[in-house]
């Protein structure tokens, strides 16, 4: 640093421009449409906010481009609210499509509507399997028109509210949130985290199945994943029309067990939180919600369930 000040200190005819990353940082920030929840405890949550959807803290251009994605006829979509289980239908469509357990082609992330902008996605071979969090309603416009194949992932909300608080507090880089559960979970009821309300997401999903009469949308719980593998994992190669032996299936459900995955992806980077633990495998249980559900919070979040699911027939587990 001292040879460079005095460098430009005493250089009277080099062009040197001199930026600071902070104040890159800091300007291309201000531009964005960034919003702090505040929690109880007066701790804040950012998220990016477009059109009334709230999103990580993501470049909004890429945002606003997933409209206009170019899609191809095999593409294919895993759609989950996040903390559901993405990665792991993810990995296992990716081994059933290529059928392989070995060739990694490409990672989830790198995929991922919210993040990726249609430039990247377009670098990718086919058949690629993009994934993302948003409302059935915001999907790619050739997506729909082109009737590609949909798999859409639920998982029990108590749980999917505890994976997403460790989801937060882990990845500061993005939200900066530092809040504890207690005053954490009235955010997620609320709806004031990417991705919006868990409730109003699940219910736009619900319409969107039951009204849809030509796209093919497979439907999986995490929950019935984790009770069967098996089953689960051949449905997904009948609705993908992949003729597996049982054998293979077995393999894909080995390779995709969630000690193999922790230990084969929990170091990619986009996973690490700033202790380099994985964010994305934390523990890939059914039922840790009551370690962290107070009898009190327990009773609030299905008071608030119940008023907000009452038109829905969707049936979630809980334990197993
Ligand atoms: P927990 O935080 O409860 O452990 P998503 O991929 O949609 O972000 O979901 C992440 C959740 O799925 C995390 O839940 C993660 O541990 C769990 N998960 C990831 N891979 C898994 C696997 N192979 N088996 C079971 N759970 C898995």
Redesign the pocket.
């Known amino acids: 640093m001292l040879d460079w000040e005095a460098a430009i200190a005493n250089n009277a005819t080099q062009p040197i421009l001199v930026l600071r990353y902070e104040d890159i940082k800091e300007t291309s920030e201000r531009a964005m449409p960034l919003v702090k929840y505040r929690d109880a405890g007066g701790d804040t949550l950012l998220v990016l906010e477009v059109d009334g959807y709230l999103y990580p803290k993501t470049p909004e251009e890429v945002v606003r481009g997933i409209k206009d994605v170019t899609i191809r006829d095999d593409d294919v979509m895993i759609c989950?609210?996040?903390?559901?289980?993405?990665?792991?239908?993810?990995?296992i469509t990716r081994c059933i499509l290529s059928g392989t357990t070995d060739l990694v082609v490409a990672e989830?992330d790198e995929l991922h509507l919210e993040c990726i902008p249609n430039s990247t996605l377009e670098t990718f071979a086919s058949p690629r399997i993009l994934n993302c969090?948003i409302w059935y309603r915001q999907l790619p416009g050739q997506f729909t028109q082109k009737n590609c194949k949909i798999i859409f992932?639920s998982?029990n909300p108590k749980?999917v509210a505890?994976?997403f608080f460790?989801?937060h507090k882990k990845l500061t880089q993005y939200y900066e949130y530092t809040g504890k559960w207690e005053n954490y979970l009235p955010l997620f009821l609320n709806g004031q985290v990417d991705s919006g309300s868990w409730f109003e997401y699940m219910l736009d999903w619900e319409a969107a199945i039951a009204n849809n009469a030509t796209q093919p949308i497979l439907v999986l719980r995490?929950e019935d994943?984790?009770e069967n593998p098996q089953r689960e994992v051949s449905k997904i190669a009948r609705f993908l029309d992949k003729d597996c032996t049982a054998e293979f299936l077995s393999q894909v459900c080995d390779k995709?067990?969630?000690r193999?995955?922790?230990r084969t992806?929990g170091h990619i980077i986009t996973s690490l939180d700033d202790k380099n633990d994985s964010?994305?495998?934390?523990?890939?249980?059914v039922g840790?919600w009551k370690n962290y559900f107070t009898v009190a919070q327990n009773e609030v979040f299905d008071r608030v369930f119940a008023e907000k699911m009452k038109q829905s027939s969707m049936k979630f587990k809980y334990e197993l």
């Open positions: 989950a609210y996040p903390k559901s289980g993405t990665h792991w239908v993810w990995e989830k969090h992932v998982r749980d505890v994976s460790h989801h995490y994943i984790e995709c067990d969630f193999n995955m922790k992806k964010v994305m495998y934390r523990k890939g249980q840790d």
